[in-house]
C-alpha cells in the first residue's frame, strides 16, 4: 500500500499563504509521481497539481497556475505544496495520492488516500 499522510492545513485571508506536506508510509516517493487533490464542499474531488516521478517534471491546473507550487524533498521523503496568493474558493480538504505518473496534472493513481488537511480562506 502505498500509503500518505497530508499536514500543514488551517484558517488564513485572502491573499495569504500556506505550505502543505504530503509525507510518504512505506515506500519511497522519488519512486512515484505524487499527485495533490482537493475537495471543496459540495463538488467532486479535483486533481490540481503532479510531480513526476523520474525527471521532476511538475504540472498544474489552469486554477492554480502561478500561485502552487509542487516540490519534493528527498532527504524528507516529503512532497510539498507551497499555496500562495490564496483564494476564497481555494477553500476545500487537500489530498496528496502516489502513482505511476502524471497524466498532465493529475497523476495516475495507485496508492491510497489521507486523510486530507482542510484549507480553510476567508475573504
Known amino acids: 500500500q502505498l500509503k500518505v499522510v497530508e499536514s500543514g492545513g488551517g484558517l488564513v485571508q485572502s491573499g495569504g499563504s500556506l505550505r502543505l506536506s504530503c509525507a510518504a508510509s512505506?515506500?519511497?516517493?522519488?519512486?512515484?509521481?505524487i499527485g495533490w487533490f482537493r475537495q471543496a464542499p459540495g463538488k467532486a474531488r479535483e486533481g490540481i497539481s503532479c510531480?513526476?516521478?523520474?525527471?521532476?517534471?511538475?504540472y498544474y491546473g489552469d486554477s492554480i497556475l502561478g500561485r502552487f507550487t509542487i516540490s519534493r524533498d528527498h532527504a524528507k521523503n516529503t512532497v510539498y505544496l507551497e499555496m500562495n496568493s490564496l483564494k476564497p474558493e481555494d477553500t476545500a480538504v487537500y489530498y496528496c495520492?502516489?502513482?505511476?505518473?502524471?497524466?498532465?496534472?493529475?497523476?495516475?493513481?495507485?496508492?491510497?488516500w489521507g486523510q486530507g488537511t482542510q484549507v480553510s480562506v476567508s475573504s
Open positions: 510531480i513526476s516521478a523520474h525527471d521532476g517534471r511538475t
Open positions: 512505506g515506500f519511497i516517493s522519488d519512486y512515484y509521481a
Open positions: 495520492a502516489a502513482g505511476d505518473y502524471c497524466s498532465g496534472y493529475v497523476v495516475y493513481r495507485k496508492g491510497s
